[in-house]
């Protein structure tokens, strides 16, 4: 069994709302960008596909889908003790990631509108789906008489700025990631019924094809912009924001191990699947992907989650200032030192695969 980060029971702003997280390195960030950069991007290349991709953003299929239908309408206190934290944990985690989402793309949209409207328009559509979900998501919560403050988050939480070189990388692969997590839990939950304790989870296959448009859509203004994948500046950064996105997912998967346990899923076997699954989609995109069927790939992962749980255990720990920035340096070193071995990793070659990827 895999150890977790034990959870604690959850801080309240006030009764019925939750405190948002403690910003740390894995909590979901908020991103802000350069607007004018955006607006002047040139996607002339892929204009035809993004058009399409914006047609079908506009169809909106998913709009009768987000229905609280009355399986909804009941008790959930039997989801109790450790399994209830690690769920409204989940909740927290999903419901930011998407309302970050929202924030971003709705700015983008507003920004762009006379400048870029096909970006305009498929950021506007990419915010209506973000916020259908993080609306979702915190009345789930409100089931276990806990929700969100999204208007505090909005003006409370730290913006990260990127450029939108990098928000297309990062954003790209958090959809294509996101619909892995979300699509093989679904499938899992097909398998095993006897697992299904919310029904939050029927709603993941729909729910998924949002995530897989959303990344078609970066998919094809990556693909837009030469300087990002057509040079050796570009393979090294794929390189560093696959490593990164998987990272970040393998400390997280296995800092709440007790989630997906409660669940029924093995969490060593769900971070590899996902990761293996999004790097194979990023061939699609990326002039390379990362060597996951490496020996020292996954291993040098899943020690950086060990370090990461001490080093939990250590900020969770009633030490001085002083002996837990002593106790935690050679850790964070180490973590670097393991990243910096996978980094190295010879990659493969996606442009030499173009034509057998599926």
Known sequence: MVKSLETSQPELLKPGVKAPVQ????TPRFYTTDFEAAAQLDISSQEAELLAIVEELRADYNRHHFVRDEEFQQCWDHIDGETRVAFIDFLERSCTSEFSGFLLFKELSRRLKNRNPILADAFNFMARDEARHAGFLNKSMADFNLSLDLSYLTKNRTYTFFPPEWIIYTVYLSEK??????ILVYRHMEKHPEHQIYPLFRKFESWCQD????GDFFKALLRSQPQLWNNWRARLWVRFFLLSVFATHTLTVFERATFY???GIDPREYNTRVIQETNNTAARAFPLILNTNHPEFFRRLEKCSDLNLKLAEINNSN???VVKFCQKLPLIASIIGHLLQTYLIKPVDAESLRGTVH
Do not use: A, C, D, K
């Open 261 to 263: 346990q409660s669940i």
């Open 211 to 214: 995530e897989n448009r959303h």
């Open 319 to 321: 030490r001085s200032p």
């Open 23 to 26: 910003e740390t390195l894995l």
């Open 177 to 182: 990631i996101g619909y892995w997590r979300y």
